[in-house]
């Protein structure tokens, strides 16, 4: 069984997403921070990770339990990854066009291209989440069909 872990920390967001990936059936892990999701993935290593950008620093029950918003926390743990050698199959899941962390302003075609420089062919690509469509879980399923032919790559 392929692993997966879902770094988001909106409910509602990962609610579709764990229902979307239900027929596929992977091992699900869930974090809900940068935090949380720094620790596992120093000590394990999955088949993909899907993730947010934007994080909480912390998991919490409110925002001042989770510390300060992480606007490229996402990136920021595809660069741990890298770190940890722990790198594997990535898709982006985000309902936003522009991130911004400390005044600088980065554009999901940037964000694109940066994790595209680190992670290779192992970045799957991006799925513009949106609430009221189900779109984004076409291209999701698309991806993840895509995917698991590729996911041997990720354990080398």
């Known amino acids: ?8 920390d909106d409910e509602f967001k990962l609610e579709s997403l764990e229902e979307c990936l239900l ?9 809900r921070s940068f935090s949380s999701a720094a620790k596992l993935i120093k000590r394990t290593t ?21 510390g300060e918003a992480q606007g490229l926390g996402g990136k920021r743990l595809i660069r741990l990854c890298d770190e940890y050698g722990t790198l594997c199959n990535t898709i982006l899941v985000t309902q936003f066009s ?6 600088r302003v980065s554009s ?14 192992l970045f799957l690509g ?4 949106d609430r009221a469509s189900s779109d984004w879980r076409v291209e999701l ?3 993840l069909g895509i995917g698991l032919g590729n996911f041997s790559k990720a354990k080398k």
């Open 1 to 8: 069984m392929k692993s997966v872990l879902i770094v988001e």
């Open 23 to 31: 027929h596929f059936q992977f091992d699900i892990t869930i974090s």
């Open 46 to 66: 999955f088949d993909l990770i899907i993730l947010d950008m934007s994080l909480p620093t912390f998991d919490g029950s409110g925002f001042s339990d989770e």
């Open 98 to 103: 522009n991130f911004e962390e400390v005044g």
């Open 108 to 121: 999901v075609v940037d964000l694109t291209e940066d994790l595209r420089l680190i992670l290779n062919d």
């Open 126 to 129: 991006v799925v513009r989440y």
């Open 141 to 143: 399923e698309k991806l």
